[in-house]
């Protein structure tokens, strides 16, 4: 069975400091994709990125950053200089390869930037 | 480009009822997916329709069904309502159901049974 863990319930930093928020995931398939969503207040889940399993190589764009490392099944996000517009909640979620398309989300992390 | 709509924003409704929730999939989408989200988790699955046909299904109970109609847009039907189905309930969308395609989530229908 597939599973993602996000340890890390809620975040609070002040603007312009890093933050990273972290994700374990746990599936038997040797192909998978993983992905993060944002969901602000509205409640719309906003789609930040999609990895497959077969490319580990980091992804930038802009101040947003992804580290997938598959030999400790992770897939971290890290914000730099972070904004009060970051403020949300966080879900990194996986699908696999077979059957229809379903995403296991974890719990999400709650972000707050504080001014 | 027009996103994925749902309707309506808001509902109550009182246990044993039956509601109808409605979602219009985003221009060139012919895949519907519906989740449940539950105050403070992560959303569940319930099921996908692709081609009017359901072709995945979560673990939820069958008073939990849908349509896909031919313009692609959905609906979810819940029967006999219990208190456990107070959530937000989210519908995306996707081209081809492929299961490495983003999901567009439209803004969800926050459900409340008393």
């Known amino acids: 069975a597939q599973k993602v863990t996000q340890a890390q319930t809620e975040i609070s930093v002040v603007e312009k400091e890093d933050v990273t928020l972290d994700c374990v995931y746990e599936?038997?398939?040797?192909?998978?994709?993983l992905f993060w969503y944002k969901q602000p207040p509205s409640g719309e889940l906003v789609f930040l990125i999609r990895?497959?399993?077969?490319?580990?190589q980091n992804e930038i764009s802009g101040r947003y950053s992804w580290n997938f490392q598959k030999s400790t099944s992770s897939f971290n996000f890290t914000i730099t200089a972070s904004q009060v517009v970051d403020s949300a909640v966080y879900f990194c979620?996986?699908?696999?390869?077979?059957?229809?398309?379903?995403?296991?989300f974890g719990q999400g992390t709650r972000l707050t930037i504080n001014p | 480009e027009t996103g994925v709509t749902q309707s309506p924003t808001h509902l109550i409704k009182t246990r044993g009822q039956q509601v109808t929730l409605r979602c219009s999939s985003q221009?060139?989408?012919?895949?519907v997916s519906w989740y449940q989200q539950a105050l403070g988790q992560g959303p569940q699955f319930i099921f996908q329709?692709?081609?009017?046909?359901?072709?995945g299904r979560g673990n939820f109970p069958p008073r939990f069904s849908g349509l896909q109609f031919p313009n692609y847009s959905s609906e979810l039907n819940v029967n006999a309502l219990e208190l456990d189905d107070s959530a937000l309930y989210l519908c995306?969308?996707?081209?081809?159901?492929?299961?490495?395609?983003?999901?567009?989530f439209g803004n969800g229908t926050r459900l409340t049974v008393t």
């Open positions: 329709y692709y081609r009017e046909e359901e072709n």
């Open positions: 221009s060139g989408h012919n895949t």
């Open positions: 599936t038997r398939d040797t192909t998978y994709y």
């Open positions: 979620a996986l699908s696999e390869a077979q059957g229809a398309q379903k995403l296991v």
């Open positions: 990895r497959n399993s077969f490319d580990e």
């Open positions: 995306a969308s996707s081209f081809g159901g492929r299961r490495n395609s983003p999901l567009h």
